[in-house]
């Protein structure tokens, strides 16, 4: 566990770097599955870039999936949920988010998580093309690390409504391309990376940034070159971007 701990310090602080302009004061957070029934996340108001152990609160994924499902719960009733989802009595109150973290960790088999509000990335969530730009792509290394597919999820309130939206978006991705994304975009809000280690969380974000940018960018010089659709399913299914994707999720981004 103090293992765990430690990781996720690490990511929250990779994430919350200032010159990476992915999050700034209490902006973003961060959760990861311990195995046990439980998970941390990120208390609320916690700023990333500092954050320490006493920052952090393990929850029971049971109290957080049960609300989720209970469907006479608004927001309303979230704090008392939070407060008695906490696995140690004396931590902090829990993230608003973490209805959205158990979903995704639970519903998506994912075990880390990181969502920030990057201003890349919200250059062009927040434009009037919403997500639509990231379902077509632009380079092959976005395809590799951020998927072939990205969910999207149009602007819900952050608490137990956005939760259920990620939910119902997850299962309608299952069902069109079977298995879960690595991102989910929360339009008008920000990005969710989903991944198997805390290293996958952080690559994705960063990708993620890249390809905004280089979409904004593009806006310069006349609109993005999109990649035909073929292509970009060869891409994502040759064996040497599968061993490059292999490689990428061992790199350390120190
Ligand atoms: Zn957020």
């Not at 993005?224 to 060869?234: E, G, I, N, S």
């Amino acid at each position: 566990m103090t293992e765990i701990i430690a990781k996720l310090i690490r990511l929250s602080h990779d994430i919350g770097r200032e010159d990476r302009h992915l999050a700034i004061l209490g902006e973003g957070n961060t959760s990861a599955d311990v195995g046990d029934g439980t998970f941390f996340i990120k208390a609320s108001g916690g700023n990333l870039a500092t954050l320490d152990a006493t920052g952090l609160s393990r929850v029971k994924f049971e109290t957080i999936l049960a609300a989720v499902d209970d469907p006479t719960l608004d927001d309303t009733g979230v704090r008392e949920v939070l407060l008695a989802s906490r696995a140690d009595a004396d931590s902090k109150l829990p993230s608003v988010e973490t209805f959205m973290h158990a979903v995704c960790l639970q519903d998506a088999g994912a075990k880390w998580i990181g969502h920030c509000h990057p201003v890349s990335v919200l250059q062009v969530l927040c434009s009037n093309q919403g997500a639509a730009p990231f379902l077509q792509h632009v380079f092959p290394d976005e395809i590799v690390v951020c998927g072939r597919n990205l969910a999207v999820v149009p602007y819900i309130d952050p608490g137990i409504e956005l939760a259920r939206s990620v939910r119902a978006e997850l299962l309608r991705f299952d069902q069109e391309y079977g298995g879960a994304p690595k991102v989910i975009l929360l339009e008008n809000h920000g990005p969710v990376a989903l991944g198997q280690s805390e290293r996958d969380v952080l690559n994705i974000l960063l990708m993620l940034d890249k390809w905004a940018r280089i979409l904004v960018g593009t806006s310069t010089m006349g609109g993005p070159q999109f990649l035909p659709d073929a292509t970009a399913q060869r891409i994502d299914t040759r064996p040497d971007e599968h061993y490059r994707r292999k490689a990428i999720a061992a790199l350390d981004n120190k």
